[in-house]
Nanobody, 115 residues
Framework: QVRLVESGGGLVQPGGSLRISCAASGINFRIHDLEWYRQAPGKERVLVARINSAGSKEYADSVKDRFTISRDNVWNRLYLQMHSLKPEDTAAYYC?????????WGQGTQVTVPS
């Protein structure tokens, strides 16, 4: 059974930093591409960052140079380090993996940056 559990969200002032985590189980973690998505109230869920099994990384333009995605294949953890946070970064953040064509999501962790 695949399980993804996000943690680390919270309230952070503009310009601040935060690291969120995703603990994965039930998958062969090291072979999968992993992603962070976010969803703001009333908006669609959008891709924030991706890291593939080889460690190559991609970012949405809106977070490039501010966010860093990383993975720990020993502890089966996915991370998103966020710097220079802005009010527009406020959203629920979800980790995502696709296995055998099936999408798996965590429950999300809320990040709030007040304006």
């Amino acid at each position: 059974q695949v399980r993804l559990v996000e943690s680390g969200g919270g309230l952070v002032q503009p310009g601040g930093s935060l690291r969120i985590s995703c603990a994965a189980s039930g998958i062969n973690f090291r072979i999968h591409d992993l992603e962070w998505y976010r969803q703001a109230p009333g908006k669609e869920r959008v891709l924030v960052a991706r890291i593939n099994s080889a460690g190559s990384k991609e970012y949405a333009d809106s977070v490039k140079d501010r966010f860093t995605i990383s993975r720990d294949n020993v502890w089966n953890r996915l991370y998103l380090q966020m710097h220079s946070l802005k009010p527009e970064d406020t959203a629920a953040y979800y980790c995502h993996v696709k296995r055998a064509g099936v999408d798996f999501w965590g429950q999300g962790t809320q990040v709030t940056v007040p304006s």
